[in-house]
């Protein structure tokens, strides 16, 4: 597939628009994350739709856990990302790869995308193994992530490396 083409380069926004939620998203735990720098241990923060004064918090988490896991690369990070490269996966797989085969005149199956297949692995080691990465997610053909088994933690570099990888992004037709 052509770079340029509409189907490809449709695909690319959507993943640029993706990455760019995932930077909002990150930019604005960096600046909630200010408000708990010096929280007291026994202090807690609920969190609801409506006021938590008068109605039951549908959350709550102490100050520093919440501190905590809102830190660059932290775990609310790790979880955005997982939850935006599963997305993108789902919307390669069950949306653009048939565009693609449709377009060229061949069958799903016979569409390629080598940085996509290591984009499956990721997803399968985030879906099927609970962010565990086995051996067999390590080996990546296209991917430039350097991966060793263990738990796995997608940061900010990680991301962008995909979503920078995917604007060059080559779709091929198995003969």
């Known amino acids: 597939m052509p770079q340029g083409h509409p189907i490809l380069a449709e695909f690319q926004r959507a993943l640029q628009a993706h990455y760019t939620c ?6 604005g735990m ?10 007291a241990p026994s202090n807690r923060v609920f969190i609801g739709p409506r006021d938590p004064s ?13 501190h905590s896991k809102m830190k660059p690369d932290g775990e609310f ?14 919307e390669w797989e069950e949306y653009f790869r048939p565009r693609f085969a449709t377009a060229i005149g061949t069958e799903k ?13 990721i997803r399968n080691c985030i879906v099927h ?10 080996k990546l053909t296209a991917l430039r992530w350097s991966l060793k088994p263990g ?13 920078d990888q995917a604007n060059d992004l080559e779709v091929t037709v198995e003969p």
Not at 30 to 39: C, D, I, T
Not at 54 to 66: C, G, I, N, P, Y
Not at 151 to 163: E, R, Y
């Open 22 to 27: 995932y930077i909002m998203a990150t930019m």
């Open 30 to 39: 960096n600046s909630a994350r200010a408000v708990y720098a010096n929280a």
């Open 54 to 66: 008068k109605h039951r918090a549908t959350a709550s988490m102490s100050q520093l856990e919440l």
């Open 77 to 90: 990070s790790d979880v955005l990302a997982k939850a935006l490269l599963v997305e993108i996966y789902s």
């Open 109 to 121: 199956n016979m569409v390629r995308c080598d940085l996509l297949g290591d984009l499956r692995q």
């Open 129 to 138: 193994d609970r962010s565990t990465l086995a051996t067999k997610h390590t």
């Open 151 to 163: 738990p796995l933690l997608v940061t900010k570099d990680m991301f962008s490396t995909f979503v």
